[in-house]
């Protein structure tokens, strides 16, 4: 039996950001229509190396393929000269459950599809000007956050912090030559999110960055940091306060996400949730009904958006006749 295998340089070369936001977007709806099988997330924390890995698996009924991933964050790897994140995925034939591909992505399908879900909350809850982004976090989630932004938006202002000054100035630097927008480094969550039309959250903060106070009416929040229970971007008090609160899946963010922290702390009922994000784009529930409203999108992350995005790539290096082959 053949295993193919599959480099991050291969599967950068496969997959690219609409590839991603239509497959993410499609995962949400099958997941929020019930065609997705996903356990719960496996989470092994390693504070004494600043670490943390995720197992995530899912299997989207219809489909040829399942597909389970590790991925990982060890927050003290850039001073090791090493990426943050890393990671791989197993592609499996559902049928038989025979191995078909080993993905060494390097977290690369995961770092993509997190931010095609974030594109895809903006484009059902934000408004359709959103010329002010804030952006609360400047590493690699940041880039692919603001990558897919611009497939759905059009800003013209983008406000970044960090809590490494050196970092935001990194951020610009890299992306200033892929987009002609006006980016600046702001000192604070509070300077980011100020006037902000749009604000993003991608940091692995287990303390709340940002206040309610700081919102400007209409704004729309997509917090994608917080993917596990001890983790924290928003004050409970935004989610309280917010006219509507979606979830990629309500059932994993009230375990781990920012609605977790604040079902935990009693600043909201069940009751307060909108939705799902997948909901909405089924056209089951409205999302946004006009401009005013404050919106937050809370997302932790879905097996079946690993699963889609992976399955784009396996049947992309199946038509290319990518990747080297193990026999096992």
């Known amino acids: ?26 995962s ?4 929020s229509s019930g065609k997705v099988i996903q356990p719960a997330v496996v989470n092994l924390d390693l504070p004494l190396f600043q670490g943390e890995v995720h197992v995530k698996s ?3 009924q219809g489909e040829e ?21 890393n990671g791989l995925m197993l592609v499996f034939e559902a049928e038989t459950g025979r191995p ?3 993905l ?27 010329p002010i982004v804030g952006l609360v976090g400047a590493g690699t989630q940041a880039r692919f956050q603001l990558e897919a932004l611009m497939a759905v938006r059009s800003p013209r202002e983008v406000r970044v912090w960090s809590r490494s000054p050196s970092r935001a100035r990194d951020f610009i630097e890299d992306m200033k030559p892929r987009f002609a927008l006006d980016f600046r480094a702001v000192s604070s969550p509070a300077e980011a999110a100020g006037g902000a039309d749009l604000i993003v959250t991608a940091t692995p903060s287990r303390i709340p960055l940002l206040k309610r106070s700081w919102l400007s009416p209409g704004v729309h929040i997509t917090a994608v940091g917080s993917d596990g229970p001890e983790k924290c ?11 509507l609160l979606y979830c990629d899946s309500i059932g994993q963010c009230s375990l781990l996400g920012e609605t977790h922290h604040a079902l935990e702390k009693k600043a909201i009922r069940s009751e307060k949730i909108s939705g799902e994000l997948g909901e909405i784009i089924l056209g089951a529930k409205p999302g946004r009904f006009h401009d005013g409203q404050i919106t937050v999108a809370d997302l932790t992350g879905l097996g079946a958006e690993d699963a889609a995005a992976a399955a784009v790539v396996y049947r992309k290096a199946l038509s290319s006749d990518l990747g080297v082959f193990i026999e096992i």
Request: aromatic residues 8%; negative net charge.
């Open 28 to 31: 949400l709806a099958d997941f």
């Open 104 to 130: 060494f992505d390097n977290g690369l399908i995961t770092e993509m599809r997190t931010g095609a879900a974030g594109a895809v909350a903006a484009r059902h809850l934000a408004r359709k000007a959103v």
């Open 100 to 102: 078909l591909a080993l």
């Open 233 to 243: 971007e928003l004050d409970p008090e935004i989610l309280s306060g917010a006219d």
């Open 1 to 26: 039996m053949n295993v193919r295998i599959l480099t991050e340089s291969q599967i950068r070369g496969l997959l690219d950001i609409g590839e991603t936001i239509a497959a993410v977007e499609k």
């Open 58 to 60: 899912a299997y989207v």
């Open 65 to 85: 393929f399942y597909v389970i991933k590790v991925a990982s964050g060890f927050y003290a790897n850039p001073s090791r000269g090493l990426p943050a994140g």
